[in-house]
T-cell receptor, first 112, second 115 residues
Framework: DADVTQTPRNRITKTGKRIMLECSQT?????MYWYRQDPGLGLQLIYY???????NKGEISDGYSVSRQAQAKFSLSLESAIPNQTALYFC???????????FGPGTRLTVL | GENVEQHPSTLSVQEGDSAVIKCTYS??????FPWYKQELGKRPQLIID?????GEKKDQRIAVTLNKTAKHFSLHITETQPEDSAVYFC??????????????FGKGTKLSVKP
C-alpha cells in the first residue's frame, strides 16, 4: 500500500547537535508537510512544500530548516537542537485541497 | 490567519452513549473540514471529512455537521465503544497568505469511553 515513512522513529540527542529527520512517500502526492506535536497543543505546521522547488514556512519554523530532495522525499533539520524541541514530529502528504492530509508514523525526538 | 477552536479538550462518556465534539473556524474561505483520530502512540488517521457544499455527512456511527453561516462544525459519535477512546482533531483548510488549502488543526479532544 502507498504510504508515508519516517526515519528514525526515535532519537535521543544532546543540546547543540545537528539532527536530520527524513521522510519518504509512495503516495505520489505533490504536497509534503512537517508538523510538530506537543501534548495539549495539537499539530503545529513547521514547513510545507508544494513541489520540489517550493518551500514555505509554517507557524513555527524558527530553529528548523527543510530540504525537498525529490517529489517523494522531504527532510527536516534542526541545526542546533535545544531541549524545547523535544516533541513528536510528523511528516505528512496531500494531493491538495479539498482532500485530506496523510501522516507518517512519527519521530519521537528527545533533546537532553 | 485561520484559527480553529475545538471543545471540549476532554470528554468522558459511558459505553453506548453519544459523544459530540465541536469546532469553530475563522476563515470564511475554508471549504474543507476533516476529522482525525489519533490512538495512543500512533499517527493521526482521517476518519471523516466534509466539504462546504454539504451540511451533513454520515459514515456508520460517526457523522459530521457543518454550519457555514456560523462557521462551526461538529463530530457526532453514536453508540460509543471502548475502541473509540482516542484523541480527535478537527481541521479546516486555510487560504491565508497563499497557503492554498493547508490544514489548520484544533488542539484536540481526548475522548474516553468507559465500559
Amino acid at each position: 500500500d502507498a504510504d508515508v515513512t519516517q526515519t528514525p522513529r526515535n532519537r535521543i540527542t544532546k543540546t547543540g547537535k545537528r539532527i536530520m529527520l527524513e521522510c519518504s512517500q509512495t503516495k505520489g502526492h505533490d504536497r509534503m508537510y512537517w508538523y510538530r506535536q506537543d501534548p495539549g497543543l495539537g499539530l503545529q505546521l513547521i514547513y510545507y512544500s508544494f513541489d520540489v522547488k517550493d518551500i514555505n514556512k509554517g507557524e513555527i519554523s524558527d530553529g528548523y530548516s527543510v530540504s525537498r530532495q525529490a517529489q517523494a522525499k522531504f527532510s527536516l533539520s534542526l541545526e542546533s537542537a535545544i531541549p524545547n524541541q523535544t516533541a513528536l514530529y510528523f511528516c505528512a502528504t496531500s494531493p491538495g485541497e479539498p482532500y485530506g492530509t496523510f501522516f507518517g508514523p512519527g519521530t519521537r525526538l528527545t533533546v537532553l | 490567519g485561520e484559527n480553529v477552536e475545538q471543545h471540549p479538550s476532554t470528554l468522558s462518556v459511558q459505553e453506548g452513549d453519544s459523544a459530540v465534539i465541536k469546532c469553530t473556524y475563522s476563515d470564511s474561505a475554508s471549504n474543507y473540514f476533516p476529522w482525525y483520530k489519533q490512538e495512543l502512540g500512533k499517527r493521526p488517521q482521517l476518519i471523516i471529512d466534509i466539504r462546504s457544499n454539504v451540511g451533513e455527512k454520515k459514515d456508520q456511527r460517526i457523522a459530521v455537521t457543518l454550519n457555514k453561516t456560523a462557521k462551526h462544525f461538529s463530530l457526532h459519535i453514536t453508540e460509543t465503544q471502548p475502541e473509540d477512546s482516542a484523541v480527535y482533531f478537527c481541521a479546516a483548510s486555510s487560504h491565508y497568505g497563499g497557503s492554498q488549502g493547508n490544514l489548520i488543526f484544533g488542539k484536540g479532544t481526548k475522548l474516553s469511553v468507559k465500559p
